[in-house]
């Protein structure tokens, strides 16, 4: 299937940063300092009780094991209940903090993500591929909730852990601890040489996850396309390969933290054997006890696993830190059309003025290809004119612009006298409703798809916007009738009919100005004669500017604008154009043929049904 000129939302071969990638979940965190204060106070306290343990055994080895010991052993062993209890309690208390405190940052994180999505302009999308973008808001902010609620809580509860198993065995043993803390930095460092290799190869296996997940999401989309020309067994082959290129990377990922984990196991279980061999010497020199030197050794085994566990922990957040860095992208990404600081009311009441003055576009997927090329107009209140032009004349531009999805390289736009880019984008969407040549039809019901823009109409407005776009009747032969669900991008309905539930949508806005782009293009005949009318009935009192190639639509319009390469080459009604013979003649030739002769004979037809029998 073919994927144009869109791209990839992320950006491969940029530097990579460290782990302060992390850095934009951290206002998303901050907003619950009362649940992170609870898992820090559960998080202490569970480490505190652990540090415990060491010093009851130690007492219990040197004073307990004699004809006296008893009630120290049972003294200990009776406290050592309590700190066990104190041990589930906080333990409990911060699995559950910290877990809901992931869940929640990552819920907030998504929110957030998709809001700046329907703020970013057309332009950004012209540039990604959705699948892609799709897996960031799944794949990727699954990644960062396997941090904030695992991940974040085994880094605080060793961290903690292993601060405080360090401080004990200094005040254990502190010739001991010096050859541990010398240690120390030897096993760090290079974990940390290694965690960054983690994280480059934690990016790429994302990065391939999302394209083999951007290409199946274009591939269901078009499946009838794809079985209709037998490309089936192509397109599963294809995916396939982008599944293995997904889990080579994985794989190459998962080698390199395996090594990582290999590597700080042995370095930390070798020090602490070292660390009792020494001791042992010292045990039989009768510089320490048995006891100093079992809560030396339980304090080390303790330091050992925390560093062992922050190691892996390490490994999580490099991989946590390319999902953060693909969704922080996205964040971090500026609309091109924006409200101005200050920006001017359009006049009320509105009257439904357009001007085009000098304006010069082009695409940014196109830079070097003008789709307007200084093109100047004025429509009056109430007007309705039609663009006509071949294909890539810049006449779907033309709507584009006056939508303000994208704004000219030059020149200015006016609605009611007010530049567009000087104005709020909401409020001047407000003004304009548009039908576009292939309707966008939502997976919920007929009603709602009507009611998509004016959420807040009654179902009697909504059934007479259906009965003026004479899509009341089909609707109400449906299952459930308005309540009836249409299926993903109304796949249910029939071409015209979508098509109709389209019109019926902007019929229902009532906005001053029209954009109709092919808005009759999927009907038949019948279907057409019939939303014709009821556009008409739309039309009065309202400006218009339509994008049509039938005969009918073009006929009605006050003025026509035809566009070639990117200019106005001519203007003017439908009569004096074809009386011209320049390019609009050529296209009612090639293209209007047909309904010229329906047209005439219907015309005909007619007038010799008014003359007088004689």
Known sequence: MARGSKKKASTEGRPRAPLGSLRPLVPFAAVYRGRILAAFLSLLMASLATLVVPMALRRVIDHGFSPEGQSVINAYFGGLIGVVAVLALSSAARYYTVVTLGERVVADLRTAVFRRLTELDPAFFDRSLSGEIISRLTADATQVKAVFGVSISILLRNAFLFTGAVTMMVITSPKLSILVLVAIPLIVFPLILSGRGVRRRSRAAQDRLAEASAYAAEAVGAIRTMQAFGMGR???????????????????????????????????????????????????????????????????????????????????????????????????????????????????????????????????????????????????????????????????????????????????????????????????????????????????????????????????????????????????????????????????????????????????????????????????????????????????????????????????????LVLDGGRIVESGTHDSLLARGALYAQLAALQFTDAFEETSRRESRAQREALPAE
């Open 234 to 560: 192509s397109t599963a082959a294809r995916f396939a390969q982008a599944s293995e290129n997904a889990y080579g990377a994985a794989r190459d990922s998962i080698r390199a933290r395996a090594l990582l984990t290999g590597v700080a196991i042995f370095l930390i279980s070798a020090s602490v054997v070292g660390v009792m061999w020494y001791g042992a010497q010292g045990v039989l020199a009768g510089t320490m006890t048995a006891g100093q030197l079992s809560q030396f050794v339980l304090y080390a085994v303790f330091g050992a696993s925390a560093l062992g566990q922050l190691s892996e922990v390490y490994g999580e957040l490099a991989q946590a830190a390319g999902a953060a860095e693909r969704l922080g992208e996205i964040l971090a990404a500026k609309p091109a059309i924006q409200a101005p600081a200050d920006p001017l009311p359009l006049p009320s009441p509105p009257r439904g003025e357009v001007a085009f003055e000098a304006v010069r576009f082009l695409y940014p997927t196109r830079p070097d290809h003008p789709s307007l090329d200084g093109i100047s107009f004025t429509i009056a209140p109430g007007e309705r004119v039609a663009l006509v032009g071949p294909s890539g004349a810049g006449k779907t531009t033309v709507l584009q612009l006056l939508l303000r999805f994208y704004d000219p390289q030059s020149g200015t736009i006016r609605i009611d006298g007010t530049d567009i880019t000087r104005t709020d984008p909401d409020a001047l969407r407000e003004r304009l409703s548009l039908v576009p040549q292939d309707p966008a039809v939502f997976s919920g019901s007929v009603l709602d798809n009507i009611r998509y823009g004016r959420p807040e109409a009654t179902e009697a407005q909504v059934q007479r916007a259906a009965e003026l776009a004479h899509a009341d009747g089909f609707i109400r032969a449906l299952p459930q009738g308005y309540a009836t669900t249409v299926g993903e991008r109304g796949v249910t309905l029939s071409g015209g009919q979508r098509q109709r539930v389209a019109i019926a949508r902007a019929i229902l806005k009532d906005a001053p100005i029209l954009l109709l782009d092919e808005a009759t293009s999927a009907l038949d005949a019948e279907s057409e004669r019939a939303v014709q009318t009821a556009l008409d009935t739309l039309m009065r009192g309202r400006t218009t500017l339509v994008i049509a190639h039938r005969l009918a639509t073009i006929r009605a319009a006050d003025r026509i």
